[in-house]
């Protein structure tokens, strides 16, 4: 069955430093997600894209993150100067046109 | 502000039995719901889901069950077997063209041999 794959599974990075989150979704999905989830709570929505722009985003998608799909295949999540807070696991989605959310396995982000 | 709940919070059952999950939300306009369910380490991945038309939906062993105005949803897992132990989420779509779901915080089941 096609997957959603997350690249790294963990990344260590220091409080201002500039992280990368890799995705690659599945290939004739045209709707893709980041979410995250904080050691034991809830998942949480950052960011929806469709069509080449930002869909939709929560509150917690402020200026330090930002996403691109610079070409077919690859959509990234980039923390620009990341906080203690930013520690979490990140999950990226995609779905095609029915509602089924498929999910990566996620990059666990500490930092340090 | 969409709340989604989910009690209880953790649940042990010999195998073998029938068990249900709850998941409870505070407004009841939602377009969809869906379950997941997330191993250790892993993604999530999802079981079911229910349009806000509908009253149930069945896959296999799993039978789950939407009722919009009390707000509330089950999951209902026969014959429960080890490979059923994970954390089971639900999570609710408010409208069409809304993108983002409101996760609950899960239960997290565990199958005894």
């Known amino acids: 069955e096609p997957e959603v794959t997350q690249t790294p599974s963990h990344q260590v990075t220091q409080m201002g430093q500039e992280v990368i989150l890799r995705c690659v979704p599945i290939?004739?999905?045209?709707?893709f997600y980041w979410y995250r989830q904080i050691l034991g709570q809830k998942v949480e929505f950052l960011v929806s894209f469709y069509n080449n722009e930002i869909s939709e985003k929560s509150e917690i998608f402020d200026d330090q993150f930002s996403v691109e799909r610079p070409d077919g295949s690859n959509f990234t999540l980039k923390i620009r100067s990341t906080k203690l807070e930013d520690s979490a696991m990140y999950f990226c989605?995609?779905?095609?046109?029915?509602?089924?959310?498929?999910f990566g396995s996620g990059t666990q982000l500490s930092v340090l | 502000k969409q709340e989604v709940t989910q009690i209880p919070a953790a649940l042990s059952v010999p195998e073998g039995e029938n068990l249900v999950l709850n998941c409870s939300f505070t407004d009841s306009a939602i377009y969809n719901l869906q379950w997941f369910r997330q191993d250790p380490g892993k993604g999530l991945t999802s079981l079911l889901l229910i349009q806000s038309s509908q009253r149930e939906q069945t896959s296999g062993r799993l039978n789950a069950s939407l009722d919009k105005s009390s707000g509330r949803s089950t999951l209902y897992i026969a014959a429960s077997q080890p490979g059923d132990s994970a954390t089971y989420l639900c999570?609710?779509?408010?409208?069409?063209?809304?993108?983002?779901?409101?996760f609950g915080t899960g239960t997290r089941l565990t199958i005894i041999p």
């Open positions: 290939s004739n999905h045209l709707y």
């Open positions: 989605a995609s779905r095609r046109t029915n509602e089924k959310l498929f």
């Open positions: 999570a609710v779509r408010r409208y069409f063209g809304n993108e983002k779901l409101t």
